[in-house]
């Protein structure tokens, strides 16, 4: 019988030691949204951060993803994510207002004019610790690993002219509940709760007149063929992406690859906002090069707009305090990280 000395037993007890490590490294993550392959959104956000965390974690961490409604209906990705069908889910505020409205203020049409500026505010109030995460996504059983917020919404019209302020009146207008419905509705518009994915064809057969949409998001989407008119230079609303992974999960994985998660998820958001940017520009162009006219308001009506929609943020906030919820707080402390 071969006997084993200490120098090769101490060999032999690092290799097992590192051998367990690496074993307990390994992580496949289960992923879902409904962004449809190709999707800016998808590409840009989701999939540099899985490239990042597969990169920073040499191969240890993959994943499975589910794009496209894969895994179930938009509304429904946040209860896959609490009940582990998914480990990590596109969670829209917009979508589950009944269950996260506070994290919906990222879609008021606050002081910001692009994606950037309002998305470094938000992951100021909602990253793990901060005052949106204690008072909503952490009690829901949440922790936020990245977000977006999406340039400015203008609006674009199926087969109406826009010439002026009374023309939004009545007007069936696509919006994705919580906070735009007040938007739609302080311009005399009839807010239709609709996702994204459903658009298209409501524009088509004429159930909606228009849209509140960001200009990157109609194109993936194949909307703007069914356009004629739009808004330019407005904050209407925006909407918050946000992708999260439970608290069970997370607590579940190793220091070693929450910090991997982490420290992806922060270049992922700031990556996101920037490429979300540019495409702003260039698809604006791209949507009018299809047949789409910009127009501009008339400086009453732009003051008339503005005015109105001012009245937004202080609405959405009184309707959730008395519901008991700490929306004052949580809008002052966005307006306050947003920049001045």
């Known amino acids: 019988?071969?006997?084993?000395?200490?120098?090769?037993?101490?060999?032999?007890?690092?290799?097992?030691?590192?051998?367990?490590?690496?074993?307990?490294?390994?992580?496949?993550?289960?992923?879902?949204?409904?962004?449809?392959?190709?999707?800016?959104?998808?590409?840009?956000?989701?999939?540099?951060?899985?490239?990042?965390?597969?990169?920073?974690?040499?191969?240890?961490?993959?994943?499975?993803?589910?794009?496209?409604?894969?895994?179930?209906?938009?509304?429904?990705?946040?209860?896959?994510?609490?009940?582990?069908?998914?480990?990590?889910?596109?969670?829209?505020?917009?979508y589950v207002?009944?269950?996260?409205?506070?994290?919906?203020?990222?879609?008021?049409?606050?002081g910001f004019s692009t994606s950037c500026e309002g998305t470094k505010a938000y992951w100021e109030i909602a990253k793990p610790g901060n005052i949106l995460d204690q008072a909503e996504i952490a009690q829901a059983g949440m922790r936020l690993l990245m977000v977006m917020v999406l340039p400015p919404y203008q609006i674009y019209t199926g087969d109406r002219?826009?010439?002026?302020?009374?023309?939004?009146?009545?007007?069936?207008?696509?919006a994705t509940g919580g906070a735009m419905e007040i938007t739609a509705r302080k311009l005399g518009a009839v807010p239709v709760q609709m996702p994204a994915p459903e658009v298209r064809e409501a524009i088509s057969r004429g159930t909606l007149d228009a849209v509140l949409f960001p200009a990157s998001s109609l194109l993936p989407y194949e909307i703007v063929p069914h356009l004629k008119e739009a808004t330019k230079g407005m904050n209407f609303a925006s909407f918050v992406v946000t992708y999260m992974i439970s608290q069970k999960k997370w607590d579940a994985l190793s220091p070693e690859n929450q910090k991997i998660l982490s420290e992806a998820g922060e270049a992922a958001t700031m990556h996101g906002c920037e490429i979300a940017d540019q495409l702003n520009t260039t698809d604006k162009k791209t949507i009018a090069d299809g047949g789409v006219k910009f127009v501009d308001f008339s400086a009453e009506d732009t003051t008339k707009i503005n005015a109105l929609l001012a009245k937004v943020g202080s609405e959405w906030a009184d309707g959730l305090e008395a519901q008991g919820k700490p929306a004052r707080k949580i809008l002052d402390a966005f307006r306050n990280a947003l920049p001045k």
Do not use: C
């Open 1 to 94: 019988m071969l006997k084993i000395t200490k120098i090769a037993k101490g060999i032999l007890g690092l290799a097992l030691t590192t051998a367990a490590s690496t074993a307990m490294a390994q992580e496949s993550l289960r992923i879902g949204d409904s962004f449809p392959v190709g999707h800016y959104i998808s590409e840009n956000l989701t999939k540099f951060w899985m490239e990042e965390v597969t990169r920073m974690s040499d191969g240890g961490i993959t994943f499975e993803y589910f794009p496209a409604q894969q895994m179930g209906k938009v509304k429904d990705l946040l209860s896959l994510t609490q009940t582990g069908v998914l480990d990590i889910g596109y969670v829209a505020p917009a």
């Open 97 to 110: 207002a009944d269950k996260m409205p506070l994290s919906a203020v990222g879609e008021l049409p606050e």
């Open 161 to 174: 002219a826009i010439e002026g302020l009374a023309s939004f009146e009545g007007m069936k207008l696509r």
